[in-house]
């Protein structure tokens, strides 16, 4: 399984990659999150990572395409691998075939999550996560049984810097203009799958794993 989840903030790319991770055993490789923990190491990349993020703006090429590459050439991404939130404008997406044609791993499918723009901003200013095991509640659709409680590890659950109003309502924006575009790439490869990402949690699984032939 080689793929793409594609769709805007919020639309649940990374809750439906943590099923696929569960069920199937596939690496999820989130450039948001790797970036997430560049910045908390405080690394010069994250440094550079963080102004960007903060306003909802893309991290320059560059930097997100190094990442990638290096996440890819690593052993587990043998057995397939699930990209999410990468490529997120053609240029990345041009840069990505060449190196998946390079390493000899061609993308399977590309799978668009499509919400509604209007639901995005209450996922996104509900969403905690946990600081543990990563484990995300949100506090309108599927809170935490204790307030700022992981369920699953105990340990306190935090809300991302970039989901604040100003910075969600810039980061949809850059979505419709930069990120939305690859719809069409990915069509005119044959490759694209469009799922409704507007439902419970389990039945959009159940649509991700229709639109992918996966039992
Ligand atoms: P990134 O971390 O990728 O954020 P994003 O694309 O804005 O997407 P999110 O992670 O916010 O949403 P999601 O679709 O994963 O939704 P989730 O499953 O969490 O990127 C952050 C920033 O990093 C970018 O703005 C940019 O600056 C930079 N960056 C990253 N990649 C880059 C790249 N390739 N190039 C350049 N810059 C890059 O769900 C959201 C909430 O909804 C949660 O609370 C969840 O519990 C809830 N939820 C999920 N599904 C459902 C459901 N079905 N019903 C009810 N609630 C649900
Ligand atoms: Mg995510």
């Given at each position: 399984?080689?793929?793409?989840l594609?769709?805007?903030?919020g639309?649940?790319?990374?809750?439906q990659a943590?099923?696929?991770?569960e069920?199937?055993?596939?690496?999820?490789?989130?450039?948001?999150?790797?970036?997430?923990?560049?910045?908390?190491?405080?690394?010069?990349?994250?440094?550079?990572?963080?102004?960007?993020?903060h306003?909802g703006?893309?991290?320059?090429d560059?930097?997100?395409l190094?990442?990638?590459?290096?996440r890819?050439k690593?052993?587990?991404?043998?057995k397939?691998?699930?990209?999410d939130g990468?490529p997120r404008n053609?240029?990345?997406?041009?840069?990505?075939d060449?190196?998946?044609?390079?390493?000899g791993?061609p993308?399977?499918?590309v799978?668009?999550?499509?919400?509604?723009?209007e639901i995005?901003?209450k996922?996104?200013t509900?969403?905690?996560?946990c600081?543990?095991?990563?484990q995300?509640?949100?506090v309108?659709?599927?809170?935490?049984?204790?307030d700022?409680?992981?369920?699953?590890?105990g340990?306190?659950?935090?809300?991302?810097?970039?989901?604040t109003e100003?910075?969600?309502?810039?980061?949809?924006?850059v979505?419709?203009i930069?990120?939305?575009?690859?719809?069409?790439?990915?069509?005119?490869?044959?490759?694209?799958?469009r799922?409704?990402?507007d439902?419970s949690i389990d039945?959009?699984?159940?649509?991700?794993?229709?639109?992918?032939?996966l039992?």
């Amino acid at each position: 399984m080689r793929i793409v989840l594609l769709g805007a903030p919020g639309a649940g790319k990374g809750t439906q990659a943590k099923k696929l991770i569960e069920k199937y055993g596939i690496p999820q490789i989130s450039t948001g999150d790797l970036l997430r923990a560049a910045i908390a190491e405080g690394t010069a990349l994250g440094i550079e990572a963080k102004a960007y993020m903060h306003k909802g703006e893309l991290v320059p090429d560059e930097v997100v395409l190094g990442m990638v590459q290096e996440r890819l050439k690593q052993e587990d991404c043998k057995k397939g691998f699930i990209l999410d939130g990468f490529p997120r404008n053609t240029a990345q997406a041009e840069a990505l075939d060449r190196l998946l044609l390079e390493l000899g791993m061609p993308l399977g499918a590309v799978l668009s999550v499509d919400v509604p723009f209007e639901i995005l901003m209450k996922r996104l200013t509900g969403r905690r996560t946990c600081r543990g095991c990563g484990q995300m509640y949100n506090v309108f659709f599927s809170p935490s049984a204790v307030d700022n409680t992981c369920d699953k590890c105990g340990s306190g659950l935090y809300q991302r810097d970039d989901d604040t109003e100003e910075t969600i309502s810039k980061r949809l924006e850059v979505y419709k203009i930069k990120t939305a575009p690859l719809m069409d790439y990915f069509r005119t490869k044959g490759i694209l799958k469009r799922v409704s990402g507007d439902g419970s949690i389990d039945e959009i699984f159940s649509r991700v794993k229709a639109a992918m032939d996966l039992e």
